[in-house]
């Protein structure tokens, strides 16, 4: 008796030429009918579905040399626990083998996460979703953002990876309500990620030989500019970005680019002190959005200590 497993996550009739080898040769039983049993089906399979016992399936496996139980995707661990209990108290019934029909490979749950999302923007999904626009999600991916940052900070990877999971339902949520108006999905925005990454690559893909990280980040950058076509080292910031990191972000562009435009010195109390301030702190490694942040946490706790004297 072969108890046959397949993973939900990949097309139905992607077996292993092993899997592909039994369910030709013998019958095949299964709880409900699935896309699985249409590709078995099609190939040639002989296929039952529904209302079979153990003692059925025991039975087709003695009188054919085996038969295959195709495991249900929605379970039914029941039938192939009566079958195991039975095949222990009586062992001469039937042998049992595990066969792996397929298994997921790795990101397959990125798979049904995109699934999970067209069923909810379907239009029997949930309405909250489908009213959605960017423009209204926007606050929503960057209250995201910033809670993943948290976590960064916390050093709890498992609140990274819930907080990241919650980053992702926004990249899904935008990509399935783009697809139900007919512009890109997910694929194209996956698809778009992978020649970026194998174009700004070339040490990796194409053998390009580097001598350390700096050369790989200024290759990381002509690449950039020549895709972009941009003529200054300021094309392409993103402007709404926090002012703190706007400012530090291009100080470092202009440090790269090789410009030397002077920055105020910090002595001053207004916008151009401020300026100079986070320009001192660049050159000393710091980082002055971290900083004003951790300054800001500590005065944070010293006036909630405050409040309870």
Known sequence: MVL???????????????????????????AADSAQVTALRFAGAVVSVGGSSAEELLAAAREHGTAVWLASPDGDQDLARAIGMRVARQP???????????????????????DVMARLVAPDGD??????????????????????????LSGDPDALREELG?????????AGLSENAGGWNIDDVAGGLVEKLIRRNPHVFAGLPV????????????????????????????LAQPALSLAAKALQRAERAGLAEPVPAPSTVDGDGLLGIVALL?????????????????WIDRARAAETD
């Open 92 to 114: 001469d019934l039937a042998e049992l083998e595990l066969l792996y029909g397929s298994w997921d490979p790795p990101g397959a749950r990125l798979l049904e996460a995109v």
């Open 4 to 30: 046959l497993v397949t993973s939900p996550r990949l097309p139905a009739g992607l077996l292993t030429a092993e899997a592909w080898d039994v369910v030709r040769a013998f019958p095949v039983y299964t």
């Open 282 to 298: 660049r050159e000393q490694g710091a980082d002055a959005e971290a900083l004003l942040r951790e300054a800001t946490l500590r």
């Open 127 to 152: 309405p909250w979703k489908r009213a959605q626009t960017p423009r209204s999600l926007a606050p929503y991916l960057l209250e995201e953002a910033y809670e993943a940052y948290d976590a960064i």
């Open 211 to 238: 001598e350390g990280i700096d050369e790989i980040t200024a290759n990381w950058e002509q690449i950039k500019k020549a895709e972009k076509s941009r003529k200054s080292a300021f094309d392409g910031m993103v």
């Open 166 to 174: 919650d980053v992702l339902l926004q990249v899904v949520l935008h």
